[in-house]
């Protein structure tokens, strides 16, 4: 007999199919979850309230953990958990590839920036639903100081190989003061250091007064392995990498297939 209290699942790769639709059945069934007191947590890389849409689209409401799990929100939009980068090297990260081919959006709690619109930007307008702002690296750097709290760095170029390479060249400069790691082949995500998705299902154990065992994380990428290994039943979609798919306990179908649907109706 299952006992979950709380289900912990990604985004892009598990609640949304390769078109970016969240399916009826995936939305029954995560509606149903709720209504038997599970208590339901996107946790993504992406900004609160890109995620708050998505919460109204499949008719829930629930905690969000956001960034990578670098600010936890409660179901009132409460921070449970925040770690933002530290301002100096958000300014050193933002100099620096300016200088390479790469383009880079900055997150805060509030909104995300590129100094100017490109490709880039209209994708993560339709993938986020939300109007980033376009600003010059001054610009930003004032909006830091006075009002708002960086919290993800994110490096995009369409050519894998070469972020790949970028990765590793950012890893040797930054890498002993943030977090630095791929999201996708063509994604470098930059963080805090120390925070992964394992924060995120941590924090909200300690708010809803939950033991791991009573957690269930589904997702398909290396940005899920955090919050694998903090649940206590950790489920991977069949399209994670195989070196994704080792870290979980079970097993379900792709997101073509309903995957996550199927993994939340085993436990219901």
């Known amino acids: 007999m299952f006992d979950y209290k709380l289900i912990c699942t990604d985004i892009d790769g598990t609640l949304l199919n390769p078109q970016h639709q969240i399916t009826e059945r995936t939305k029954l069934a995560l509606r149903k979850a ?4 599970i208590h339901v947590a996107l946790v993504s890389g992406r900004i609160g309230s890109s995620l708050r849409i998505l ?5 829930i409401e629930g905690p969000l953990g956001c960034f990578n799990g670098s ?14 980068l530290p301002l100096a090297w958000s300014r050193e990260v933002l100099s620096f590839v300016q ?23 209209d994708v993560e307008v339709e993938a986020s639903r939300t109007e980033g702002r376009i600003a010059s690296l001054s610009t930003i750097e004032d909006v830091l ?5 960086p919290f993800k760095l994110l490096c995009m170029h369409h050519e894998p190989e070469y972020v790949k390479t970028m990765e590793k060249v ?9 977090n630095i790691f ?19 299902v941590r924090s ?16 398909d990428y290396y940005n899920d392995i955090g919050m694998f290994r903090a649940a206590g039943y950790s489920v991977a979609m069949a399209n994670a990498p195989g070196d994704v798919a080792k870290h979980a306990t079970a097993m379900t179908k792709s997101n073509t297939e309903d995957g996550l649907a199927l993994a939340i109706e085993a436990i219901l």
């Open 55 to 59: 919460q109204q689209e499949i008719g």
């Open 99 to 121: 200088d390479t081919d790469l383009e880079t959006f900055l997150f805060t709690n509030e909104s995300w920036y590129m100094k100017q619109k490109s490709r880039w930007y």
């Open 204 to 219: 909200l154990c300690n708010a809803y007064q939950l033991d791991a065992s009573q957690v269930m994380a589904v997702g």
């Open 71 to 84: 600010l936890v929100l409660d179901e009132d939009g409460k921070e449970l958990e925040a770690h933002p």
């Open 170 to 178: 950012l890893q040797e400069r930054f890498g002993s003061h943030l």
């Open 34 to 37: 709720r209504k038997m007191g």
């Open 182 to 200: 791929s999201s996708s082949p063509k994604y470098i995500e930059i963080l805090a250091r120390g925070v992964d998705k394992g924060h995120a």
């Open 145 to 149: 100081a006075e009002t708002e709290r």
